[in-house]
């Protein structure tokens, strides 16, 4: 895909419709703004801009144009991204060789399996049995369809004669799981009468199927997919591709144990849930969860079993710095049986109301069941909640040993925390003296950027020349490119910026980058000569930035169609351009 159609893709996209999908904007003066889809933060600082057709976010610099943002929110590389976006601007793309994925044939198969599941539950006889279950237990059509919710027959050979007819070579179906060959040597479905929930990649391609039995004889209540080459339960979270655009909007996701309960919570209105594969959490599944959230919150099962699984579950999570929090279903109840005895309302309700961190959970998990007037009890007690406590804030370690003191009625000096195993005691450790904070050194893109602001600050005029020259790709200070934004914003209804009015008008983060970089720096309180030329040079230099970050786009696209004469022309002009 050369250069041009992804510049006509980019056009025809319309940023504001896009980034909408994602997150919630409102306009102010030229530009919207949103929370970052990308990153965590209380204050608004996505822009996105319809005159130019970019979106970035000022606190962590991602963003870009259409292509580049989708493939980022997605998680997909930007050609995926590109084609995706060409299909829904109707614009036709001819074959083109690009980088093709080793286990594309693997892909589409599964795929097929999917889709004839699904065929089957809503076009058989079995299936009106295995829909009257689902509706049953609560599932809605749309539900139902949002799951992707299938029927595997009854009849053994059905799948195999399905996919061999599309010319699918059986050993795949066996390498995949679908099909298992008898000593007679047919073939025979491994899901024959099982209502199936595909499982899917980060990237959404299908790569296996847990299937629920409809026969009250089977042992098995649930069978899940082989291990395969694309199949593998330690490294895959059922409905995290599903769940990402909530999850990201969130900023959170909701960790279940069972299918059921993510899909009995997304009904119930809690549309971030995901569960493991059946398996404990293993750290793979862990930084997967990292990769699209920075928050989790753990609903496992009510009773003891679910309630251990969330201790061993908390420090894998903790491992990869993810924010916990734990949800405790009442009555050892699951979530799936909470919401069926008791109606989503209640259940929403529950859920807002009993989230506590993973210090609260552990520390009553720790303290029930034990006799504190009882020896054994009392120093396994104290031993649990001293280890819980070896890797914690300072100030937890304080709040939890007064409080651990209080419950066995002993004195705080008794109960020593020692981090890391190491020798010396935390409450005898002098607090360490504080470093002294020195000023940041600007590179050059950084000065350019700031002249540039206390230009803008100074005169409309100016303010209007710079910014009519800039694009929001263009700034690379998270607070300064904010502020570049909300002086042309304050212009918008003033011929004068009054820098107390402006103050006030900002957030506490951006009124303190003002007062303490930006109204003290050199760029304000020293004489300069604010005119046109003074602009562009700094401009000029600015923008050389950018250069730097198209450089590293166009590695990326390189990558994926190395032939590309045009891309690979422009990549070495940049690299000149850059050397001088």
Not at 149 to 177: C, F, N, R, W
Not at 415 to 434: D, F, T, Y
Not at 522 to 543: A, C, P, T
């Amino acid at each position: 895909m050369d250069n041009e159609l992804f510049k006509t893709i980019n056009d025809k996209t319309n940023i504001v419709d896009l980034v909408s999908e994602f997150v919630q904007l409102q306009k102010k003066g030229k530009n919207f703004f949103g929370l970052c889809p990308f990153h965590d933060e209380k204050t608004p600082s996505f822009s996105v801009s319809p005159e130019k057709n970019i979106c970035k976010c000022m606190g962590c610099g991602e963003g870009g144009q259409p292509i580049t943002f989708y493939s980022k929110i997605k998680g997909i590389p930007m050609h995926e991204a590109a084609l995706e976006l060409a299909e829904r601007a109707g614009i036709k793309i001819n074959d083109q060789p690009v980088k093709t994925d080793p286990h594309a044939k693997d892909y589409a198969l599964m795929k097929e399996a999917m889709t004839f599941y699904q065929f089957n539950l809503k076009n058989s006889k079995g299936g009106e049995q295995a829909i009257t279950y689902l509706h049953n237990r609560g599932l809605s059509d749309q539900t139902i369809e949002h799951f992707k919710i299938g029927l595997a027959p009854a009849h053994g050979e059905t799948i195999y004669q399905i996919l061999k007819d599309k010319g699918y070579a059986v050993s795949d179906m066996i390498a995949l799981g679908l099909v298992k060959q008898s000593d007679d040597g047919s073939y025979f479905d491994l899901f024959a009468n099982r209502i199936m929930f595909p499982v899917t990649n980060l990237r959404g391609h299908i790569v296996g199927f847990s299937g629920r039995t409809l026969s009250t004889q089977d042992k098995v209540k649930y069978m899940n997919s082989p291990e395969s080459h694309i199949f593998k339960k330690s490294e895959l979270i059922y409905h995290l591709y599903e769940g990402l655009g909530d999850i990201r909007k969130a900023k959170q996701a909701v960790l279940y144990e069972g299918f059921f309960d993510v899909i009995a919570s997304y009904q119930a209105g809690i549309k971030n849930g995901v569960a493991t594969m059946g398996t404990a959490l293993t750290n793979g599944q862990a930084r997967l969860l990292k990769q699209v959230t920075p928050s989790i919150i753990i609903a496992y099962d009510g009773d003891e079993a679910g309630q251990k699984a969330i201790r061993s579950a908390i420090p894998i999570l903790s491992s990869v710095a993810l924010k916990l929090g734990v949800v405790t279903i009442p009555e050892s109840m699951d979530p799936d049986e909470f919401i069926q005895n008791y109606g989503p309302d209640r259940y929403e309700t529950m859920f807002a109301e009993s989230i506590v961190d993973h210090y609260q959970f552990s520390y009553q998990y720790y303290k029930k069941g034990k006799d504190l007037t009882n020896a054994n009890d009392i120093k396994t007690f104290k031993d649990q909640v001293v280890r819980m406590l070896a890797t914690a804030d300072e100030t937890i370690q304080a709040i939890y040993k007064k409080r651990l003191a209080h419950d066995l009625n002993i004195d705080e000096k008794a109960i020593v925390i020692r981090r890391n195993r190491a020798s010396k005691h935390i409450e005898s450790k002098p607090a360490p003296l504080p470093k002294k904070k020195h000023k940041k050194f600007l590179n050059k893109y950084e000065r350019a950027e700031r002249y540039l602001l206390c230009g803008m600050l100074r005169l409309k005029a100016s303010c209007l020349y710079i910014q009519s020259r800039l694009t929001l790709d263009d700034h690379i200070d998270q607070l300064t490119g904010v502020l570049c934004i909300k002086v042309e914003d304050y212009y918008q209804e003033h011929d004068i910026l009054v820098i107390d009015d402006f103050l006030n008008g900002l957030t506490f983060e951006e009124r303190e980058h003002m007062e303490i970089e930006i109204l003290t720096s050199m760029q304000w309180n020293n004489v300069f000569d604010y005119d046109s030329e003074g602009f562009d040079e700094h401009i000029r230099i600015l923008k050389s930035y950018a250069d730097q970050r198209r450089l590293n786009e166009l590695k990326e696209l390189l990558d994926i169609n190395p032939h590309d004469l045009s891309l690979l022309a422009e990549f070495q002009q940049l690299q000149a351009k850059l050397k001088h």
